[in-house]
């Protein structure tokens, strides 16, 4: 069989699977990939979720798109149309819900199905997904995807040593004409991040009121969706109003505005929990931005952080910032025993 032969029977057997692949770090890898040469000509079929259409440039490739309304039918779906020879790239994380004959592919975006859930923290639906990937990783025919060493730890310790799993990590290619880092500067910090709880939101307004009760206001913006997360984005303006906390919520902005932004602003703030990679860690030190962020396994994989904290203190978050500020706060004073007692007793 020669060469082009050779390609095109690979085409006939690839499918692309990718139901609720339509906001945050997982949008913008699946528009890298939609928008790379001759891609959507490579696969016989391309599920796309439904809520996708309107966020994407199409108009190079329609025959083969399938978009999603029903995540059961697209399963069901998957299953008839899939042959013995065929390759199926789960995108979204999980494997397919009914057994397949062809082989598949798990690209694992979400740590959070690989750690234990903790204190009810996450959704019902989370924790459905993680029974299913469970369930899933009992078939043979499956190669696992990750991006980082900590994450092939973690999905080994999560579902077993023994599974096929590879690190493959890509980011989109920036071909936006980067900006000299300006001296004006439009915000001290930035947090672009969706409203999902893990995102930790609720530990960074914290620590600025922290830092704003003692005189320190350094200014924040932020890129929650209002209508994708509307209760998310309601406590994060209340609190904003209520501690008059210099602090704005942009709402989700295209990628570009997002880089263009790195160049006006002093520093990225980044107090995820949990990440498979952390496309803005990546993207800040592309433009040699200062970071400070959590402390945990992710962040150091993928960038090197000038100041670092616990995400789950508050108090943490504001004293890495007043390091970065130059602003440390005094000790405490200890005193012997003797002027213990006398300051107790008087």
């Known amino acids: ?80 149309n899939c042959k013995i020879n065929d390759i199926v790239l789960c995108f979204h994380g ?75 990590a890509f980011i989109p290619q920036n071909n936006q004409v980067k900006k000299k880092n300006s001296d004006f500067k439009k915000f001290d910090f930035i947090y672009p991040a969706s409203g999902e709880s893990h995102k930790n939101h609720i530990n960074l307004l914290k620590a600025w009121r922290i830092l704003a009760d003692i005189g320190i206001k350094p200014s924040l913006a932020l890129t929650v969706n209002v209508e994708l997360y509307p209760e998310a984005a309601k406590k994060l303006e209340n609190s904003i109003q209520e501690y008059k906390l210099n602090v704005i919520n942009l709402g989700e902005i295209p990628s570009n505005e997002v880089l263009d932004l790195y160049t006006r602003v002093s520093a990225l703030i980044y107090p995820s929990k949990s990440e498979s990679l952390g496309l803005p860690l990546i993207e800040a030190t592309e433009y040699k931005i200062p970071i400070i962020a959590s402390e945990l396994d992710y962040v ?28 440390n706060e005094s000790l405490i004073a200890v005193n012997s025993v003797e002027e213990f007692l006398k300051a107790a007793i008087n």
């Open 300 to 327: 150091r994989d993928v960038a090197n952080p000038k100041e670092t904290f616990d995400p789950n203190s508050p108090t943490s978050i504001a004293r890495a910032v007043r390091r970065f500020l130059n602003n």
């Open 1 to 80: 069989m020669d060469k082009e032969a050779s390609q095109q029977t690979l085409k006939n057997n690839l499918i692309f699977y990718a139901p609720s692949i339509h906001t945050g770090g997982g949008l913008i890898l699946l528009k890298a990939l939609l928008n790379s040469k001759d891609f959507t000509n490579n696969w016989k079929h391309i599920y796309l979720d439904e809520r996708v259409k309107t966020k994407l440039d199409l108009s190079h490739a329609i025959k083969n798109i399938i978009f999603i309304k029903s995540r059961l039918l697209a399963e069901w779906e998957l299953k008839k």
């Open 94 to 168: 999980l494997p397919p819900l009914f057994p397949i004959k062809g082989k598949v592919i798990v690209f694992l975006q979400n740590r959070i199905l690989l750690e234990p859930l903790k204190n009810n923290e996450y959704s019902i639906l989370t924790s459905l997904k993680k029974i299913w990937l469970h369930l899933g990783s009992r078939y043979n025919n499956i190669k696992y995807i990750v991006q980082t060493p900590s994450m092939l730890r973690v999905a080994k310790e999560c579902l077993s040593q023994d599974i096929d799993i590879a690190v493959l």
